[in-house]
């Protein structure tokens, strides 16, 4: 089992920026990718970003490509920098972590994962 803890996030305006932090903990973390999803308000909980833990692969949904970057420091800290929010970004946000084999799409399903975060709320005003 990996241990996750979050942090940042808060209220901002629309076109700021955050970043969010997971610190991840745990055996065979090496087999792993660390990655984000988000659930809004009677929404299902959705695929935001995702790294292996070589740091050599990133996935992002396509939504958030150009204005997300996700990154990972030698502190098992993976970030997640978030630039020009938009309301519709708004959700509480949720570290994961899990196995991960050659293609990227099976990870994105938030009930492959048993592993995650407290959650993190972002709320963007218009």
């Known amino acids: 089992q990996v241990q996750l803890v979050e942090s940042g996030g808060g209220l901002v305006q629309a076109g700021d920026s955050l970043r969010l932090s997971c610190t991840a903990s745990?055996?065979?973390?090496?087999?792993?990718?660390v990655g984000w999803f988000r659930q809004a308000p009677g929404k299902e909980r959705r695929f935001v970003a995702a790294?292996?833990?070589?740091?050599?692969?990133t996935y992002y949904t396509d939504s958030v490509k150009g204005r997300f970057t996700i990154s990972k420091d030698n502190a098992n800290t993976v970030h997640l920098q978030m630039n020009n929010l938009k309301p519709e970004d708004t959700a509480v946000y949720y570290c994961a972590a899990g196995l991960v084999g050659l293609q990227w799409a099976p990870w994105t399903n938030a009930r492959a994962h048993s592993s995650w975060g407290q959650g993190t709320q972002v709320t963007v005003s218009s």
């Open positions: 745990g055996r065979a973390l090496s087999r792993h990718a």
């Open positions: 790294i292996r833990w070589s740091g050599d692969s």
